[in-house]
């Protein structure tokens, strides 16, 4: 099976992403095709058989068009928003004259139309608005009646024509009042109502834009020394490039030469620059900005980081959150139904129509349009086509993915990736939040925090010298400590390289899980922990007092031993991050409780714990214990976030009700998590809950409009009191205040700084 990504145009409501989901399904060898309305991107799942040509022409009968999905760059204009401009201009030339006319009637009584035209002049103008800038609501509508698949479009596609057909009768000589012009303004006002709606929502998938927009049009390739400019879609893995200051680094890859420092704002949120050197690894779409490097290219194409990032957003925005269930249920129906009430307004009119009027006349006065005085056929087409046009099935499909939308959005703009989009709901009930403790609350490496010895030189160099051999982490800490100290002594590199050239390691062996021995210009040396070391013969009474008298229980020894001879201890110890403190008392604050499952030692995880503030400290735990624990917590009622390094932690992840990855760019690809943290800082975790409970609350004030506008306001249009294009205005209305407010969502104000 395989995945094709298409953009469809020619949407204007939730229904029409139902139709042209359905229509997409039906195709054979398509397993699965979930189209998403606000951002109007296809995803679907299928066998080799299924060409892009197939899936486009399955949806082109309902009028929408279907393509290969390419993401423009930010300074061109979507096709569809040009089009929509068209049809916006089309129709309000036309419908304004009539719209200024139908106001000096109903509120001055001047008719600005004489009355032997009016018929004509407005029959002839609302057909060529509906021929022209209604092309798209006629096609819906034709295809609604073929297939008997309703949308949106085809509610007002009929109410349209309803009206355009009332003044035709009414040419005829039939007994009904003219609505010709009232079909000229539901399509103009259809169309402003989409054109904002469509501009808004592009607005809210900008960041895609934004990051799709910023990779390098072209590389300079390095070949046999010279320099060969190629687009970046020729670059393989392997090549080597020269990037220049100031240039944009083409595709993700390892510096090979030369050292620099690279903005990765666009891929972490982090506005200062981060140095670079030989081995460093660099990010496709983030600026070379001090000096020039070569770069070995690593991953292109789909494999690159911005291009998993642009795949996780739009994953993640097509996906649905369980409040989002009970308004698609509502969805699913709500067109048949508004076409039966519609029906049943108008049969009322016709049958009775006594106690209708008695409501009409308690709102003559304060509505100029409710004429009580008109024809039951007129009176019944008025509320049947008010009817059609108020009901909004898309201020209730609208209210969640734009919300959902933009608050991605905004953490992809801040090195936040929201991979499942029913997280956030999850978040806003969660309770308790689970650490790991190395790497997610402490640096994750290791650093020499004491030292004993009585002879420093010789105490760094022996262990320089050994353990630069060695590549256990706790090795590298300590020659980078040692070499640091050695510079210090010596007060030079060039002086301190010269001391050791005196030196040779040979016979060098690393014991796994205890230390390294080696022999140092012929005398035997040993670097380890000390029962590695008493293995060897070497005597530790000397440092065992002084050992006794610092606190060295949650830290890991090595000792460094001469000729069966004890030299010094190197104490080190994996320190809290920076910040973490403050982020823990924030999340008490909002309402968490905390805790840390660690498989280190107790004494280890009960220091870093306490440091760190959190409440309860559980350590020496194996995976499953983890999973173990998370499992008691959920069944004792509590909702759990889990934040770990995304890989090691990847079972608990999965068993936390929200799992969130602290990792890196590299890392993304493989986490496990819903929420990968891309700059590893616990501060993010503040931005994750801020923004996941400030989305929720979006999204509930938009169902919660959405729901109240169409409770109210179709009874208003099957009672006569709304005049259509007072109706099809408010249904505009409540679509574009869906968007409004959750594009509001970007004005968000966070607790700390990130």
Same mark, same amino acid.
């Given at each position: 099976?395989?995945?094709?990504?298409?953009?469809?145009?020619?949407?204007?409501?939730?229904?029409?992403?139902?139709?042209?989901?359905?229509?997409?399904?039906?195709?054979?060898?398509?397993?699965?095709?979930?189209?998403?309305?606000?951002?109007?991107?296809?995803?679907?799942?299928?066998?080799?058989?299924?060409?892009?040509?197939?899936?486009?022409?399955?949806?082109?009968?309902?009028?929408?068009?279907?393509?290969?999905?390419?993401?423009?760059?930010?300074?061109?204009?979507?096709?569809?928003?040009?089009?929509?401009?068209?049809?916006?201009?089309?129709?309000?030339?036309?419908?304004?004259?009539?719209?200024?006319?139908?106001?000096?009637?109903?509120?001055?009584?001047?008719?600005?139309?004489?009355?032997?035209?009016?018929?004509?002049?407005?029959?002839?103008?609302?057909?060529?608005?509906?021929?022209?800038?209604?092309?798209?609501?006629?096609?819906?509508?034709?295809?609604?009646?073929?297939?008997?698949?309703?949308?949106?479009?085809?509610?007002?596609?009929?109410?349209?024509?309803?009206?355009?057909?009332?003044?035709?009768?009414?040419?005829?000589?039939?007994?009904?009042?003219?609505?010709?012009?009232?079909?000229?303004?539901?399509?103009?006002?259809?169309?402003?109502?989409?054109?904002?709606?469509?501009?808004?929502?592009?607005?809210?998938?900008?960041?895609?834009?934004?990051?799709?927009?910023?990779?390098?049009?072209?590389?300079?390739?390095?070949?046999?020394?010279?320099?060969?400019?190629?687009?970046?879609?020729?670059?393989?893995?392997?090549?080597?490039?020269?990037?220049?200051?100031?240039?944009?680094?083409?595709?993700?890859?390892?510096?090979?030469?030369?050292?620099?420092?690279?903005?990765?704002?666009?891929?972490?949120?982090?506005?200062?620059?981060?140095?670079?050197?030989?081995?460093?690894?660099?990010?496709?779409?983030?600026?070379?900005?001090?000096?020039?490097?070569?770069?070995?290219?690593?991953?292109?194409?789909?494999?690159?980081?911005?291009?998993?990032?642009?795949?996780?957003?739009?994953?993640?925005?097509?996906?649905?959150?369980?409040?989002?269930?009970?308004?698609?249920?509502?969805?699913?129906?709500?067109?048949?139904?508004?076409?039966?009430?519609?029906?049943?307004?108008?049969?009322?009119?016709?049958?009775?129509?006594?106690?209708?009027?008695?409501?009409?006349?308690?709102?003559?006065?304060?509505?100029?349009?409710?004429?009580?005085?008109?024809?039951?056929?007129?009176?019944?087409?008025?509320?049947?086509?008010?009817?059609?046009?108020?009901?909004?099935?898309?201020?209730?499909?609208?209210?969640?993915?734009?919300? +959902?939308?933009?608050?991605?959005?905004?953490?992809?703009?801040?090195?936040?990736?929201?991979?499942?989009?029913?997280?956030?709901?999850?978040?806003?009930?969660?309770?308790?939040?689970?650490?790991?403790?190395?790497?997610?609350?402490?640096?994750?490496?290791?650093?020499?925090?004491?030292?004993?010895?009585?002879?420093?030189?010789?105490?760094?160099?022996?262990?320089?010298?050994?353990?630069?051999?060695?590549?256990?982490?706790?090795?590298?800490?300590?020659?980078?400590?040692?070499?640091?100290?050695?510079?210090?002594?010596?007060?030079?590199?060039?002086?301190?390289?010269?001391?050791?050239?005196?030196?040779?390691?040979?016979?060098?062996?690393?014991?796994?899980?205890?230390?390294?021995?080696?022999?140092?210009?012929?005398?035997?040396?040993?670097?380890?922990?000390?029962?590695?070391?008493?293995?060897?013969?070497?005597?530790?009474?000397?440092?065992k007092q002084k050992l006794s008298e610092i606190d060295a229980k949650a830290a890991t020894i090595v000792g460094i031993a001469k000729n069966r001879t004890i030299i010094g201890i190197f104490i080190l110890e994996d320190t809290l991050k920076p910040g973490t403190y403050d982020v823990v008392q924030s999340l008490k604050t909002l309402g968490f409780s905390t805790m840390v499952l660690s498989g280190d030692t107790t004494a280890s995880a009960q220091k870093i714990g306490t440091l760190a503030g959190i409440d309860s400290i559980k350590a020496g735990l194996l995976p499953h214990d983890k999973i173990a624990e998370i499992k008691r917590l959920q069944e004792s009622g509590h909702k759990v976030i889990m934040?770990?390094?995304?890989?090691?932690?990847?079972?608990?992840?999965?068993?936390?009700?929200?799992?969130?990855?602290?990792?890196?760019?590299?890392?993304?690809?493989?986490?496990?998590?819903?929420?990968?943290?891309?700059?590893?800082? +616990?501060?993010?975790?503040?931005?994750?809950?801020?923004?996941?409970?400030?989305?929720?609350?979006?999204?509930?004030?938009?169902?919660?409009?959405?729901?109240?506008?169409?409770?109210?306001?179709?009874?208003?249009?099957?009672?006569?009191?709304?005049?259509?294009?007072?109706?099809?205005?408010?249904?505009?209305?409540?679509?574009?205040?869906?968007?409004?407010?959750?594009?509001?969502?970007?004005?968000?104000?966070?607790?700390?700084?990130?």
């Open positions: 099976m395989k995945t094709t990504q298409l953009s469809v145009r020619g949407m204007h409501c939730v229904n029409c992403a139902r139709t042209a989901e359905r229509l997409l399904s039906k195709v054979p060898g398509v397993e699965e095709a979930h189209v998403d309305f606000a951002t109007g991107k296809a995803r679907v799942i299928h066998d080799a058989s299924v060409t892009v040509t197939a899936l486009s022409e399955a949806v082109a009968d309902a009028g929408y068009e279907a393509s290969p999905d390419d993401d423009q760059s930010s300074d061109e204009e979507d096709p569809a928003l040009k089009k929509e401009r068209c049809r916006l201009i089309i129709s309000w030339s036309i419908a304004f004259p009539f719209m200024v006319a139908m106001i000096s009637m109903y509120a001055f009584h001047v008719m600005l139309i004489p009355m032997e035209y009016e018929g004509l002049i407005t029959v002839i103008g609302s057909t060529l608005v509906l021929l022209f800038a209604g092309m798209p609501v006629l096609k819906a509508t034709f295809f609604a009646f073929k297939t008997l698949i309703f949308t949106m479009d085809s509610l007002i596609g009929i109410g349209s024509i309803a009206a355009l057909v009332s003044g035709i009768l009414h040419l005829a000589q039939f007994p009904i009042e003219n609505f010709a012009m009232i079909s000229s303004m539901i399509i103009a006002i259809n169309n402003t109502g989409n054109y904002i709606k469509l501009n808004s929502t592009k607005k809210a998938g900008d960041a895609i834009k934004k990051l799709a927009s910023m990779s390098a049009k072209s590389a300079h390739k390095l070949i046999d020394g010279s320099l060969i400019d190629i687009p970046i879609k020729l670059l393989v893995p392997g090549d080597v490039v020269l990037v220049k200051p100031g240039e944009i680094i083409p595709s993700d890859g390892v510096i090979v030469k030369g050292t620099t420092a690279v903005d990765e704002s666009l891929a972490t949120g982090e506005s200062i620059p981060v140095d670079k050197l030989e081995g460093s690894k660099v990010i496709g779409g983030t600026i070379n900005q001090v000096g020039a490097i070569e770069v070995k290219i690593e991953k292109t194409g789909n494999d690159t980081f911005i291009a998993q990032v642009i795949h996780l957003i739009e994953e993640a925005q097509a996906s649905k959150i369980p409040i989002q269930q009970f308004a698609d249920k509502i969805t699913n129906i709500f067109v048949p139904v508004i076409l039966i009430l519609s029906a049943g307004a108008f049969l009322f009119w016709m049958v009775l129509p006594e106690k209708n009027l008695q409501i009409l006349e308690t709102f003559k006065k304060l509505l100029p349009w409710v004429q009580p005085g008109s024809s039951r056929l007129s009176m019944a087409l008025f509320s049947a086509i008010a009817t059609l046009v108020i009901a909004c099935p898309c201020a209730l499909g609208l209210a969640t993915p734009t919300a +959902l939308m933009v608050g991605i959005s905004m953490g992809a703009q801040r090195g936040i990736l929201i991979r499942r989009g029913d997280a956030i709901q999850e978040i806003r009930n969660a309770d308790v939040i689970v650490f790991d403790k190395t790497g997610t609350l402490t640096s994750g490496k290791p650093i020499v925090s004491k030292y004993l010895t009585d002879n420093e030189q010789e105490f760094f160099v022996t262990a320089y010298l050994l353990e630069k051999n060695s590549e256990h982490p706790l090795a590298h800490a300590i020659t980078d400590y040692a070499y640091k100290k050695l510079v210090d002594t010596n007060h030079s590199k060039t002086d301190t390289d010269s001391v050791l050239k005196k030196y040779t390691i040979e016979k060098f062996s690393a014991k796994p899980g205890m230390g390294a021995e080696a022999l140092l210009n012929g005398e035997a040396v040993y670097a380890g922990s000390l029962s590695f070391l008493e293995n060897n013969g070497v005597l530790l009474s000397a440092f934040v770990g390094d995304g890989i090691n932690d990847a079972p608990a992840l999965k068993q936390a009700d929200v799992g969130i990855a602290i990792g890196t760019g590299t890392d993304i690809a493989i986490s496990s998590a819903d929420i990968t943290l891309v700059q590893g800082k +616990l501060e993010s975790l503040i931005v994750v809950i801020t923004l996941a409970r400030a989305m929720f609350k979006k999204i509930k004030q938009n169902l919660f409009w959405a729901f109240f506008y169409n409770l109210v306001a179709i009874p208003l249009a099957m009672l006569g009191i709304l005049h259509p294009v007072i109706a099809e205005s408010a249904m505009a209305l409540s679509s574009i205040t869906v968007v409004s407010n959750s594009l509001r969502l970007r004005k968000l104000q966070f607790p700390m700084k990130h």
